[in-house]
Every structure is written in structure tokens, then in C-alpha cells.
């Protein structure tokens, strides 16, 4: 595997990329015992099971691990797909309209929370990471998800913008890198600092509710009350049980695989449905389907039923709380209690051929089960992606900018770019901005303030790395050069737009791996150089 020189020339004994200067006796233990190491862990021990289970000495063993890596990886990108087609598009879409919100406040809002909110929980709750990695992975994250997600959208599903409501996400989002460039010159950030940016946030959200309230005043209620066509088949004749073909509805809403796809697919295609089958077999029995296009919204009574106790269950266990104790009985006890009343009141009030008035409140159940696996099948492949960068051996900041960016953003990339195939465009672009700017200004404001709490001058120290300007630049650059193609083209999102903010990615990504493998010399390396450096 190639490496770079520079990320080489100054490592640390804790820097888990130090295990390349080892000898291949003390790689496993290395692995093992090091924190930084444990950092590419979530589930499953990735790095382990190259340089302890293979070994880096059985050179071609090693090398076909690694590929099963990328396999894995990829296996983790169809059930990403999957889960956003299936579960969380359908979701989402049902809370719009039960909330009666446009589809560009959904974005900035629902979306933006649910793709963001794992990065930002994670990142506040680990003041003491890495701010060179968390740096570039927040900034490089922001780049990949406005430039290629949202450019995709565009190229998917073209449509015109609102002037102000574009140019509103772009002045914010350039007002927030340019407040960080500008205060992180010197690689310090003090509270003030920090209030500012979780403050632009927050003006930002209270802009984009108080401009939708605006907008809804003045179209008047034309649209609120709905189709008052659309009636509901509620008058069913009172002889039928409720009960009636409760293990057939059943069995047909749990079968993992689409029959009629079965008989019109190849081989090819019913491989991939046997692949798809376990994993989504498990989000069936979990997440409840709420699709307001399909007979009876997606509501299945008996699985519906099951969901209220498999989910919470699943959430608990996942998160490692299902034993912690809460009045001396155990979470997963409290769950059981509490569901099973709940499942025997909703099989005596609601009946198998329709769906019960509370069936909304199942919006709920399957926004948070799709949240929780995003998240879990994201984190897995930011440990693949870590792992694969300590192979390649990748600098922090090339790591942060690239791979983990990359890892952190593929539940975004997957959900925004299945809503955009669905026709919900508008919703998969604002979520696009809003995402990122959650995370950059609360991610990044919250987890500085208490970075600077935990020092006595309360100002925290933060090192941007040798990709840290480069970061800065090429995402300001992204931002303009977006907003500038929307004003000529009179704020039409054509697909011109989108392939116009690719390509800068791609320039801006290519200068970066140009600057790591020292071709050229990266942005901001003269003015703040390595503090390891003899």
C-alpha cells in the first residue's frame, strides 16, 4: 500500500498511523492497546482483523482483507440505500404533510436534524477529540454534502429556486466560514467566539420558520385544509371481524423480497434481492412503514403491534442502555412493561383492513428507527474508511477531509439523493445546507465552548492542520461559486448547476490529495507549521 511522506515525518507513539514503523511482530499488540486505534472501533474491530486475525507479513491474505473490506463497505451502502428508499424517504414525507410544512422547511429542519443530529451528539460529547481531525472531517463534510449531494439532486431533479431563500442558506453559510477562517487565524477560539457561531445558527432557523409563516399568511388557507375530496373508507360493513386475515396481512408486509420483482428480475438482480433479504428483513420487524401512497398507508395491525416493543428494544440494545437500571429494574425491563399495555390497546382499537386515526403517531416510531440504523451502518463504514486510511497510511487532515467526510455524509448522500429520485427535490437541497450548518455551528461552536470551559484562560486551543486553510478556501469558493451560477442562470437549479459544483469539489479534492503526496505545496502549511516538527 502507498503512503505519503509528510504524514509520516512527525508521528506520535499514540498516532495509530505509527504502526507502519513497527515491526510486524508488534502491529497486533499496537492495535490492540492503542487508543487512537480503538477510535476506527465501533462494532466490529476492522483493523484487528487485518493486523491481528490476517497479519501484515502474509502480504497477499492481507491484501484480499482489504478488498473484503471494500466489499463490506459496499454491502453497507445498499442497506444504507435500502433503509432510506424504503423506510425513511416514505417517513419524512408523511411528517410534511402531517405538519402541513413546505418541503424546504422539512429540509433545513426534520432532515437536516436527522442526518445531522448523530455527528453533532457525538462531536459535543467528545470535547477532547482530535481538532485536526474534527476540523477538516466537519469542513471536508460540508464541501462533499453541498457540492456533490446536492449537486446530484440538481442533476436528478432540476427545479427553480426562491431567490431569497437560496441566497439566504448561501449568505449564512459564507458568514459562518468566514467567521471561523477569521477567528481560528491563530488557532485559538475563545467563548465569544463560539457564542457567535451557535447564535448564526440559531438566527437561521428562526429566519427560515419566520419566512415560512410569512409565506403561508399570504397564500391565505387555500391549501391548508387539503383534498376535502380525499375520503377515507370508514363505513365498513360492521360484519366484518377486525381481525379478519390478520396472519396473511401479516406475512405479506414481512416478506423481504418483492415477488413480482422476483419473477421480472435475472439472476443478477434476484442475487441482490437474496443480499438485500436478512438486513431488511431485520428493518421490517423493526421500523413500521408509514406511506401515505400506498393501500392503507403502509398500516399492517399484528407487525404495527410487534413494532411497539422490537423497536424500542433494538434502540436500547444498540445503544448499550438495555441493562443500566433505572429504580433497580433494567431498561429493557421498564421497555417490556411499558409496550405490552400499548400493543394490547391497539389490537382491541384498530382493525386489519384500515388504518386506526393514531396510525400518524407511528411517524414517530419510524423516524427514530430510521435515524438509529443511518446511524449505525454510517458509523460502520466511517470504521472501514478509518481503517482503510491507516492502511493507505493518510495524514489527519487528508483522513478528516476525504474518507471520513465521506463516512460521516453517506446517510445524507443516500437519504437526500432517494428523496430527490421521489420528487421531493426541494426537501433533499435545503437539507443539504441545513445539515452542515448544524453541524459546523453547534457541532463545532458547542464542542470549542467546552473545550474552553475545561482550560483557565477559557480559550480553546484549536489546530486546523496542513489542509485546515486549504478547507476553508475551497468550501468558500464552493459556496460562491454556486451562488454566482444561480444568479446567472436567474436562480434555475438546471443540471448545469449541479455538475458546475462537482467539479469544484473535485478540484478542490484533487489539490488536496496533490498537497498530500507533496506534488504541490497545500494552502496555509508556511504559516502554521507542525508543532512536532524538531
Not at 120 to 149: H, K, Q, R, W, Y
Not at 154 to 169: E, H, K, N, V, Y
Amino acid at each position: 500500500m502507498s503512503s505519503s511522506q509528510n504524514s509520516t515525518d512527525f508521528l506520535r507513539p499514540d498516532d495509530c498511523a505509527y504502526i507502519h514503523r513497527l515491526p510486524v511482530d508488534e502491529q497486533c499488540e499496537f492495535v490492540q492497546t492503542t487508543e487512537a486505534c480503538a477510535e476506527s472501533q465501533y462494532y466490529f474491530n476492522y483493523a484487528g482483523f487485518l493486523y491481528c486475525t490476517i497479519g501484515s507479513d502474509r502480504e497477499i491474505l492481507f491484501d484480499v482483507g482489504f478488498v473484503l473490506l471494500l466489499c463490506v463497505c459496499v454491502y453497507y451502502f445498499i442497506v444504507l440505500g435500502t433503509t432510506a428508499d424504503q423506510f425513511f424517504c416514505p417517513t419524512l414525507a408523511a411528517i410534511a404533510k402531517s405538519l402541513n410544512i413546505s418541503e424546504a422547511l422539512a429540509g433545513v429542519t426534520i432532515l437536516a436534524f436527522g442526518n445531522g443530529s448523530p455527528d453533532l451528539f457525538t462531536a459535543v460529547s467528545n470535547p477532547d477529540a482530535d481538532t485536526e481531525l474534527m476540523f477538516s472531517e466537519l469542513v471536508g463534510s460540508a464541501a462533499f454534502v453541498i457540492a456533490v449531494i446536492g449537486g446530484l439532486v440538481l442533476l436528478i431533479q432540476p427545479f427553480a429556486f426562491p431567490p431569497w431563500g437560496i441566497s439566504r442558506d448561501l449568505a449564512f453559510f459564507i458568514a459562518a466560514i468566514v467567521w471561523i477562517t477569521v477567528k481560528a487565524a491563530d488557532e485559538r477560539f475563545t467563548l465569544f467566539d463560539s457564542s457567535v457561531l451557535i447564535g448564526m445558527y440559531l438566527l437561521f432557523i428562526a429566519l427560515v420558520i419566520w419566512q415560512f409563516i410569512q409565506a403561508r399568511e399570504e397564500e391565505g388557507r387555500s391549501y391548508a385544509t387539503g383534498d376535502a375530496n380525499t375520503v377515507h373508507e370508514q363505513n365498513v360493513a360492521s360484519n366484518i371481524p377486525p381481525n379478519e386475515g390478520i396472519l396473511n396481512d401479516f406475512f405479506s408486509h414481512l416478506n423481504p423480497i418483492d415477488l413480482e420483482d422476483w419473477d421480472e428480475g435475472g439472476w443478477v438482480m434476484r442475487m441482490f434481492f437474496l443480499l438485500k433479504a436478512p438486513f431488511l428483513l431485520l428493518l421490517l420487524l423493526t421500523i413500521p412503514i408509514v406511506d401515505t401512497t400506498v393501500e392503507r398507508d403502509g398500516w399492517c395491525k399484528l407487525l404495527n403491534i410487534c413494532h411497539c416493543l422490537t423497536l424500542p428494544l433494538l434502540i436500547v440494545f444498540i445503544n448499550g442502555v438495555a441493562f443500566i437500571k433505572l429504580a433497580n429494574v433494567r431498561m429493557f425491563i421498564w421497555i417490556i412493561l411499558f409496550a405490552v399495555p400499548v400493543m394490547v390497546v391497539i389490537f382491541y382499537t384498530s382493525r386489519t383492513d384500515r388504518c386506526p386515526g393514531y396510525h400518524k403517531t407511528f411517524t414517530l416510531l419510524s423516524f427514530l428507527g430510521c435515524i438509529q440504523a443511518i446511524y449505525v451502518v454510517a458509523q460502520e463504514v466511517v470504521s472501514v474508511l478509518e481503517t482503510v486510511g491507516i492502511v493507505l497510511n493518510l495524514s489527519k487532515s487528508l483522513l478528516g477531509l476525504s474518507l471520513l467526510a465521506w463516512g460521516n455524509s453517506v446517510g445524507d448522500l443516500f437519504s437526500n439523493v432517494a428523496l430527490a429520485r421521489q420528487g421531493y427535490g426541494k426537501m433533499a437541497f435545503a437539507a443539504c445546507f441545513g445539515g452542515p450548518l448544524l453541524n459546523l455551528c453547534l457541532g463545532l461552536g458547542l464542542t470549542l465552548m467546552a473545550k474552553a470551559f475545561s482550560v483557565p484562560n477559557l480559550v480553546a486551543e484549536v489546530r486546523k492542520g496542513v489542509m485546515g486553510e486549504n478547507c476553508e478556501a475551497y468550501l468558500f469558493q464552493i459556496l460562491t461559486t454556486t451562488w454566482l451560477c444561480l444568479l446567472f442562470t436567474n436562480f434555475q437549479g438546471r443540471r448545469s448547476v449541479g455538475l458546475s459544483m462537482i467539479v469544484t469539489y473535485l478540484m478542490f479534492l484533487s489539490f488536496s490529495f496533490l498537497g498530500e503526496f507533496e506534488l504541490i505545496h497545500p494552502y496555509g502549511t508556511d504559516h502554521h507549521p507542525d508543532p512536532n516538527e524538531g
